[in-house]
């Protein structure tokens, strides 16, 4: 005779009657994904009812522990994850940056398995095939970072019990070397970008100057010269097309002090605008743009066409593997080569751990050290 359990407890029948084999289903709950109800079969074997309530009461008490999970796909609680990103405030290029990472190497592999079904074998694979398709370490760690973040949250939500991906194996990280431009280099581009254009000549100075990044520089206005500092507080971006401004990297304002000669050329530059904008009969005000194409500094420059200017001219001037992003690096190679400590160097530079600056930029001072030390030693050297 078959036994049943009330809703919610699930039902145990024996089939056939005096197998020893009983059939028993039960509800695992709402789907938190599509709010349908889950449901479980599972074949017990015992030789009496009592023993087959006992293995049914484990079954469930182990259902209780896990949660009810749900049956919805990588892609589905990618999806999920990028809106709650997007809530989050997240800026329009980490977001492009995601996404770009989920389009080309997630969507296609894992995309339509189901979390509850994802482990670390399929993530090693999908690791390992990117890595022999010549993808680098970071561009795989980058991909495992975006899929480890999502299924955290997946099991925040109740998705899924564990995350998969903490026990996947990721290849070695190699160390990030900068290619830094010398000194001699980066007058170089800062006078032949002056020489060709007012607007790109400035651009490229100021990063030089102060190693701020292309959007920071971007997004300064009037009012964020101080005197003898710059307040760096916004940061200006380009993505598919759509322009803005957002928050900084680190998501806090920073002080940048300026040098006296520097100091000079913004108040020169000033002048300069002021000028332009009297011949249009416009006016600048505290919150024009540093850097504008408009007359009344309204619009900050365009930055994807400043990055293409700047490396058009590297070209030419033989400079192959310098980019507008490479006088950030010569900022940063030149404060430690300085000796300025990594503190205060991340301090100038925006970033939110000073170990992060030494450990990228240390190999380039050092390297610009051993220089100099040579070029001293081949001044003092005697006849030979």
């Not at 593997?321 to 900022?331: D, E, G, Y």
Request: net charge positive; with cysteine; charged share 20%.
């Amino acid at each position: 005779m078959a036994t049943r359990r009330s809703y919610g407890t699930g039902s145990l029948v024996e089939r056939p009657p005096g197998s020893g084999k009983w059939m028993f289903r039960f509800v695992l709950g709402i789907d938190p994904v599509t709010n349908k109800v889950r449901r479980r079969s599972v074949t017990i074997t015992a030789k009496n009812k009592s023993a087959a309530q006992a293995k049914a009461r484990k079954i469930l008490s182990e259902v209780d522990q896990v949660g009810t999970g749900t049956s919805a796909t990588l892609n589905q609680l990618l999806t999920e994850w990028m809106k709650f990103q997007t809530g989050r405030g997240r800026s329009p290029t980490t977001l492009n940056g995601y996404q770009s990472l989920i389009d080309h190497h997630i969507k296609g592999t894992l995309g339509n398995v189901k979390i509850s079904d994802l482990t670390p074998h399929q993530l090693d694979t999908l690791y390992g095939k990117s890595s022999s398709a010549g993808k680098s370490p970071r561009t795989i760690r980058n991909i495992h970072n975006v899929i480890s973040a999502a299924l955290n949250q997946g099991v925040r939500w109740g998705w899924i019990d564990k995350n998969p991906a903490l026990r996947a194996t990721l290849p070695e990280a190699n160390p990030l070397r900068i290619e830094s431009p010398s000194p001699e280099q980066a007058r170089l581009l800062i006078s032949t970008c002056q020489a060709m254009d007012d607007l790109l000549g400035a651009f490229v100075f100021l990063a030089a100057v102060t190693g701020c990044r292309r959007g920071e520089i971007a997004a300064l206005r009037w009012n964020s010269f101080r005197g003898d500092v710059l307040i760096i507080g916004q940061s200006a971006y380009a993505v598919k097309g759509v322009t803005g401004i957002k928050s900084t990297k680190t998501g806090r304002d920073r002080v940048v002090h300026l040098d006296q000669s520097v100091q000079e050329w913004f108040q020169y530059w000033h002048g300069q605008c002021v000028e332009r904008a009297t011949e249009w009969g416009v006016h600048l005000t505290p919150e024009s743009f540093v850097l504008s194409s408009q007359p009344d500094g309204s619009r900050f420059v365009n930055l994807d066409a400043v990055s293409r200017k700047v490396r058009k001219v590297a070209d030419q001037l033989g400079m192959k593997s310098v980019h507008l992003h490479s006088l950030r690096h010569f900022a940063a190679t030149e404060l430690l080569a300085g000796g300025v400590s990594p503190h205060d160097a991340a301090e100038m530079l925006g970033h939110a751990d000073p170990s992060l600056t030494l450990r990228v930029y240390a190999h380039a001072s050092t390297e610009r050290q051993k220089a100099a030390a040579g070029i001293l030693a081949s001044v003092i050297k005697g006849p030979q």
